[in-house]
Nanobody
Framework: QVQLVESGGGSVQAGGSLKLSCVVS???????MGWFRQALGKEREGVAS???????RYADSVKGRFTISRDDAKNALYLQMNSLKPEDTAMYYC??????????????????????WGQGTQVTVS
């Protein structure tokens, strides 16, 4: 069983920064990993993804402000969020697709590919 635990959320003023972390209980170094978010009353949306080959993809709404990265030695996935806006307020979830293989698409636009999800960490921007 793969468990994901997010941390690093909190309250911040507009223009500020936060770094989210996601620790995975059983790290798969070449897994496809992603960050998603869900604002109150809205549908979940993809934010960013990181393939096992290092390919990154970002939603247009966060491009240039957010950076997804991983540290295999720490079994961790990160999301550095800069220039935060009130519309970034949401519960943020990390997710893993451990069955990703080279040549396959790893994208936040395909949430159904991610079989393991964390419980989320709240980000509030005022």
């Amino acid at each position: 069983q793969v468990q994901l635990v997010e941390s690093g959320g909190g309250s911040v003023q507009a223009g500020g920064s936060l770094k989210l972390s996601c620790v995975v209980s059983r790290w798969i170094p070449k897994a496809c990993m992603g960050w998603f978010r869900q604002a109150l009353g809205k549908e979940r949306e993809g934010v960013a993804s990181l393939g096992g080959d290092g390919t990154t993809r970002y939603a247009d709404s966060v491009k240039g402000r957010f950076t997804i990265s991983r540290d295999d030695a720490k079994n961790a996935l990160y999301l550095q969020m800069n220039s935060l806006k009130p519309e970034d307020t949401a519960m943020y979830y990390c997710a893993a697709n451990p069955f990703w293989t080279y040549g396959a698409i790893c994208s936040y636009t395909r949430p159904g590919d991610f079989g393991y999800w964390g419980q989320g960490t709240q980000v509030t921007v005022s």
